[in-house]
């Protein structure tokens, strides 16, 4: 039934994962009502919620725009129910106003197969990822996609090499006229940040804990159906699946180096799987099979996101 609902993209499919959005996120934000009584916070909570429905769309997009789902909507909702592993995620303004900046990037980095205006895309990917890091540091390290990307399609003009830096400028500049106009101490502000942290003990309840178990699971299952089914799929669209599994163990890096660190920081890590679990829909025609993994990880999510209230 799932498979049906979502086999096609329609109105109903969009609306629908825009409705369950709504839903969880107002869900997990009434537990905690007094932020309502308070402008700012009235004005961050509505404006966290903007960000992750930009975000749903974003995943779409670079889905559809760079033939890496037929017509249907299984990417969206997999990123919906990834999120419900980690319902924490929607308190985190840093986490969420950096992962959309980086599906920002991705979206430019895929794109980058096409070989138009590579200059500009990678440009526009690395001026994203030094906006991201901003907010979360260490997603810098998703230059390495960046690089990667160079390698893939473009490497043999030095001109490509030289962008990333170009962008880091152009960053760079902004944020310290940003600092001079609010008195930010740059120093202070990179040194609380850039901080190397490998230790993972922040768990407040063995809800957190189970929630990473499980979600440790689904990643295997996923990651290891792309790895040993990519030589199958078409030529075309290699790169771009490689470039999707690079963006998962980045983020995966990003989460074990992060200081602070919380289940939170794995959002960099949903979009990249949530497209290969649609891939993995795609490829599997046994419409049983298909409806068994849909089941389990809709009672996962649930179970994860209600426990963790």
């Known amino acids: 039934m799932i498979t049906s609902v979502f086999k096609k993209s329609t109105p109903l499919n969009y609306s629908l994962v825009v409705i369950l959005i709504l839903v969880f996120f107002f869900l997990f934000q009434i537990r905690e009502s007094s932020w309502v009584d308070y402008s700012f ?11 992750i429905l930009a975000a749903f769309f974003m995943v779409n997009f670079i889905v559809k725009k760079n ?4 017509d249907n909507g299984y990417a969206i909702f997999f990123y919906l129910l990834f999120i419900l592993f980690f319902p924490t995620i929607f308190n ?3 986490v969420i106003y950096a992962n959309f900046f ?3 990037a991705l979206r430019r980095l895929i794109s980058l197969q096409s070989l138009k205006a590579s200059k500009e895309k990678i440009f526009d990917a690395s001026f994203w990822i030094f906006v991201a890091s901003l907010f979360q540091f260490w997603c810098i ?3 390495i996609l960046v690089f990667i990307s160079i390698i ?9 090499w030289v962008l990333p830096f170009i962008a880091f400028l152009a960053v760079a500049v902004v944020f310290y006229m940003v600092s001079l106009i609010f008195h930010i101490d740059a120093v202070e502000f990179f040194e609380k940040r850039a901080v190397l942290d490998f230790r993972i003990d922040y768990f407040k309840n063995n809800y957190e804990n189970g929630a990473l178990s499980i979600y440790a699971a689904v990643v295997l299952f996923f990651v290891f159906s792309m790895l040993t089914t990519l030589s199958n799929r078409p030529q075309i669209v290699h790169t771009s699946y490689k470039k999707i599994v690079a963006c998962f163990f980045i983020a995966v890096l990003v989460y074990i180096v992060s200081p602070n660190k919380s289940n939170d920081i794995l959002l960099f890590s949903i979009a990249p799987l949530a497209m290969m679990a649609a891939s993995h829909v795609e490829y599997m025609q046994q419409k049983l099979n298909n409806e068994i993994v849909f089941y389990v990880l809709i009672l996962c999510s649930l179970f994860t996101f209600f426990s963790q209230l």
């Open 41 to 51: 916070l009235l004005f961050q909570k509505l404006s966290l919620l903007c960000f």
């Open 92 to 94: 985190n303004p840093n």
């Open 67 to 70: 033939g890496l789902s037929k």
């Open 141 to 143: 390290l998703f230059l």
């Open 102 to 104: 980086l599906l920002l």
């Open 152 to 160: 893939f399609h473009v490497s043999r003009d030095y001109r490509n």
